[in-house]
């Protein structure tokens, strides 16, 4: 007569039995070349919510790059404006000193080898530019604005600035040459701190994901344990294992990249539109350009092959780490 307490062995022990078959069933599949879910279910801290988490990482990682792309094209276009020209200012007392002396400065410039062009700013640009600081009309005629002379330097074959700032101070005594080299240092300065910090970011988001994958591998390995074993009783050695869950977090890696980049393009297009531009161009001449051109394309298709990359090499390290330990 069979007894309740016989039938509760029967049903623990068939438990296991039961675990150990689906086991052998799993690992034989993988042996005989199914997929790499197989061993890593696409449930669980191996399957989706890894995507979720790489997809975020690119995104944050392409914002990262985008922007260290976007100050690079800004400090290039900054310093290689200021570089090819230079001005010269003319301070007085008096309007008809201040011409008087603009126009010596002009016909000295003009005369000079090296100087493409030079452009006298006159009275009503001044007082544009003035405008946002004293406001419209608000300037008498007697007021003495210093003159101003923008002076276009050929980049093949510059003057020597010395020899032109003295040549000018002869003839203008009043005259001065800024060559904007202070400018220069400063705004390569900014751009250079800017790039530093973009790429700590940068690097700091590659190390994140590097340490979530260690921790979807490893927890993927305790939770499917049993199928290890199973693996490593009928001859797989731990390369095959480790070669099996690669393939899975490189294509998780891919899923979740591909839907980083593409979000964080499509937030580029948005910004690029809303600050008044088409794809490409920015919202100003001081900003950042923020945009789609096609070399900024090039350069975040790094993203989706660094984060897969990243994702299946660290995924088999730490496989073959934690099989060897096991040992």
């Known amino acids: 007569m069979t007894t309740a307490a016989d039938t509760s062995d029967k049903a623990a022990n068939a438990k296991p039995a039961a675990v150990a078959s689906a086991a052998m069933r799993q690992a034989a599949a993988t042996l ?97 530019m003035l405008e946002p600081w004293l406001g419209k009309d608000n300037l008498p005629a007697s007021l003495p604005i210093p003159g101003l002379i923008e002076v276009d330097l050929n980049p093949r074959d510059p003057p020597d600035l010395e020899v032109l700032a003295s040549r000018i101070t002869a003839a203008a005594p009043l005259a001065s040459l800024d060559d904007h080299r202070a400018w220069n240092e400063r705004l390569l300065e900014f751009g250079g701190a800017l790039h530093l910090a973009a790429f700590a970011a940068l690097a700091t988001i590659l190390g994140a994901t590097a340490a979530i ?60 539109l809303g600050a008044g531009g088409s794809a490409g161009s920015g919202g100003g001449y001081f900003l950042p350009q923020v945009g789609l051109r096609a070399g900024t394309l090039l350069w975040l298709v790094i993203v989706p092959i660094g984060a897969c990359g990243l994702t299946a090499l660290v995924a088999r390290y730490t496989v073959l780490r934690e099989l060897a330990q096991r040992v």
């Open 32 to 128: 005989s070349g199914a997929k790499a879910r197989t061993i890593l279910p696409d449930a669980g801290a191996a399957g989706g919510p890894l995507v979720a988490v790489i997809a975020v990482m690119c995104f944050l990682a392409t914002l990262a790059l985008t922007g260290a792309l976007a100050v690079s094209g800004a400090v290039d276009r900054w310093t290689s404006d200021l570089s090819g020209a230079v001005t010269v200012q003319i301070k007085g007392e008096r309007p008809e000193e201040i011409a008087a002396q603009t126009q010596a400065a002009l016909r000295v410039l003009r005369a000079a080898r090296g100087v493409n062009a030079a452009r006298a700013i006159s009275r009503d640009a001044a007082e544009k």
């Open 213 to 272: 994958v260690v921790f979807a591998a490893k927890a993927g390995l305790a939770a499917n344990a049993e199928i290890v074993e199973v693996l490593h009783l009928i001859g797989a050695e731990d390369r095959f294992i480790a070669s099996r869950v690669q393939r899975h977090f490189l294509a998780l890696g891919l899923k979740g990249a591909l839907a980083g980049l593409a979000v964080a393009v499509m937030l580029m297009a948005l910004l690029a």
